[in-house]
């Protein structure tokens, strides 16, 4: 019964915390470098959707498997919500398992930023979008090993899909 029991907690954690961020964590720093686009909170409420807002701006979570990209096999670019730019490619996209789109790399590594994130006792490491520091989602170590191995593991919520 124990057994199951920390199995239960196991999976619930991973379901929870295992690949993004939570609500309200990690607010943009003071001493944060500055960005290229930079608006009021007041205009990226008007600019974003509500769930794009709470995933880049507050740094919040979609759940897994139940998110727009997940379980897309169309292709095509994920766009940032906030600016449009082109940051994923469908053909860098693998199914994880996870329940969130996860890519292998970026289209273009000088358009995302890695930085580190301590959040909640883990150690992990948050990607955002460069020109603005928004929230994306988080990259880990356990990609596929012949394709670099990098798991991109991204919000739906951050991003526009366009199709080819």
Not at 18 to 40: E, M
Not at 77 to 88: D, K, M, N, R
Not at 125 to 146: C, M, Q, R, W, Y
Request: glycine share 8%; proline share 5%; net charge positive.
């Amino acid at each position: 019964m124990k057994r199951l029991i920390l199995i239960a907690i196991t999976a619930a954690s991973v379901s929870l915390f295992g690949c993004q961020n939570i609500s309200g964590q990690n607010k943009v720093a003071a001493n944060a470098p500055k960005r290229k686009v930079v608006k009021t909170d007041a205009e990226w409420k008007k600019t974003l959707s509500p769930t794009a807002y709470e995933i880049m701006v507050e740094r919040g979570t979609e759940p897994p498997f139940k998110n727009a990209y997940y379980d897309n096999h169309e292709k095509g670019i994920y766009v940032s919500a906030a600016t449009g730019e082109p940051l994923f490619s469908s053909s860098d996209k693998f199914e994880s398992g996870t329940g969130w789109p996860s890519f292998v790399k970026p289209i273009d590594r000088s358009k995302v930023e890695v930085v580190h994130d301590t959040s909640y006792g883990m150690d992990r490491d948050e990607v955002i979008e460069k020109s603005t520091g928004f929230h994306l989602g988080h990259v880990f170590n356990d990609g596929p090993a012949d394709r670099g191995g990098k798991r991109y593991c991204m919000n739906s919520g951050a991003f526009k899909f366009v199709k080819k």
